[in-house]
């Protein structure tokens, strides 16, 4: 039988054997209920309740929100959960974080949260700490599920800093920001998955550089093998889809994209690093402001001053493969010569086929197909010269008006890709054939549409 005792004369704990249930009635500090706390116990807040703090955890302990709203959350030890809450407040200075992740925070959860930033100048929504060792180390938080959790609202921010290893990131929706990146990423072998980001909104007195994703070497920090898959990116202002540099830190590079749908995005993806990865990925109406392609994989030039280490230097994108990939109506609308990949001369160890090239119907410009040449075809970027892909047609969206993706029985995309084992599934989580078709979705005449409304935020449980 539970036993029941009184805890600062209005927190209830009931004693189990697997650690105590921890009431914290409206009202009441979060901070003194962990004062009394032991690894394993449950922290639960009243419904609804307002807990106007920044609660600093250093006990592996977890936290039922009930639909509850803290301002700050800092978790500094591993194996925290904190799910069915709502965080953020006003006044919060910039530089501020709502949810911090700290440093040998591994195991954590969060789920089934929403963090609201209030258009607060530099205020960081979800920020997992970089290690104190360079460029990775042990206590940079790791192993860590992020799930079901909304951030919107941010200005002049990143909405999410991921760091540490094999973190999972999933079913997020991150949203409505003013000259925001929505992710910076940091550690090795981190999944994003099943996410939309959306409505990036320009403010041009902010001056801050928007992309979706982003990662760099200045600091000295890592960032390698990470696998961004099945998420929707839309309607980002002047912004990018990636600005991915080094800083001539060799640990950078390695990352897989693929089965993502990227559309109304006004600028290109850049990137500098090597061994990228585009598979099966849809470009639909991005870089109509810049009007080039759409994937700009080329070279970095670095001086004392803005290397990690004062080395003079070039990074490059050797290794880029792009592979089964749609661009639909890209870059300059008018133009033959843009709006799918260019790849820089210099590089090496390219490999790009499989893709679908059009504008409204119309194919681009065609080039010299050198397929003994393991860099074929890209001795001149402004022509397409996939030697399997297809250049020009309509793509057979089931309704392209409604930016539905899926293919419909008559598409030239079908069982035109070819196979990868880098691919698990389509973007609906549907088993690919070994002939793949091109672009995120394999044809099925049964599949229902995956809405891009997700469904987030059951905070009774």
């Given amino acids: 039988?539970?036993?029941?005792?009184?805890?600062?004369?209005?927190?209830?704990?009931?004693?189990?054997?697997?650690?105590?249930?921890?009431?914290?009635?409206?009202?009441?500090?979060?901070?003194?209920?962990?004062?009394?706390?032991?690894?394993?116990?449950?922290?639960?807040?009243?419904?609804?309740?307002?807990?106007?703090?920044?609660?600093?955890?250093?006990?592996?302990?977890?936290?039922?929100?009930?639909?509850?709203?803290?301002?700050?959350?800092?978790?500094?030890?591993?194996?925290?959960?904190?799910k069915n809450a709502k965080l953020g407040k006003n006044g919060l200075t910039p530089g501020s974080q709502v949810l911090t992740v700290g440093r040998g925070a591994h195991n954590s959860v969060i789920e089934n949260v929403q963090i609201d930033l209030g258009f607060q100048d530099v205020v960081f929504g979800i920020y997992f700490r970089t290690s104190q060792d360079k460029p990775f180390g042990d206590d940079a938080p790791s192993n860590c599920i992020v799930r079901n959790v909304e951030i919107k609202n941010g200005r002049a921010t990143t909405m999410l800093t991921i760091a540490g290893d094999n973190n999972v990131f999933r079913d997020l929706w991150i949203h409505d920001g003013q000259n925001i990146d929505f992710i910076r990423i940091f550690g090795r072998n981190n999944l994003i998955e099943n996410s939309l980001f959306e409505n990036q909104m320009y403010v041009a007195e902010l001056g801050n550089h928007p992309d979706f994703i982003q990662t760099f070497g200045d600091n000295s920090d890592g960032s390698l093998d990470h696998i961004i898959r099945n998420n929707v990116i839309r309607h980002i202002r002047q912004g990018q889809i990636c600005q991915l540099t080094n800083a001539l830190l060799p640990q950078i590079g390695g990352f897989v994209f693929y089965n993502n749908i990227f559309y109304d995005i006004d600028l290109q993806a850049s990137c500098s690093i090597p061994n990228v990865k585009w598979f099966n990925n849809l470009f639909s109406n991005c870089n109509l402001v810049n009007q080039g392609h759409v994937l700009a994989l080329g070279s970095r030039d670095y001086t004392e001053a803005t290397s990690y280490d004062g080395t003079i230097g070039t990074s490059y994108a050797h290794g880029a493969q792009v592979v089964n990939n749609i661009f639909w109506n890209n870059g300059n609308l008018d133009s033959d010569n843009a709006g799918w990949y260019g790849m820089e001369a210099g590089l090496n160890n390219l490999f790009a086929n499989n893709n679908f090239v059009s504008k409204n119907g119309n194919p681009v410009r065609a080039g010299t197909v050198h397929v003994n040449d393991p860099n074929y075809g890209f001795n001149d970027t402004f022509r397409f010269s996939d030697p399997n892909g297809i250049n020009g047609g309509f793509p057979g969206f089931r309704d392209l008006g409604g930016h539905d993706f899926h293919l419909t029985p008559t598409s030239i995309l079908i069982d035109r890709g070819i196979f990868s084992a880098i691919v698990e599934g389509d973007h609906d989580g549907k088993a690919r054939m070994n002939q793949f078709d091109i672009g995120p979705y394999e044809f099925s005449a049964s599949l229902l549409n995956k809405p891009f409304n997700l469904q987030l935020l059951r905070y009774n449980q």
């Fill in 1 to 82: 039988m539970n036993r029941i005792r009184i805890f600062f004369a209005a927190i209830i704990l009931s004693f189990s054997a697997i650690g105590a249930d921890i009431n914290v009635p409206n009202g009441q500090s979060i901070g003194d209920a962990l004062a009394g706390a032991v690894d394993g116990d449950r922290i639960i807040l009243e419904s609804q309740a307002l807990y106007d703090e920044r609660v600093r955890c250093i006990k592996s302990v977890e936290f039922v929100g009930n639909g509850a709203r803290v301002s700050q959350f800092s978790f500094e030890a591993p194996n925290i959960t904190l």
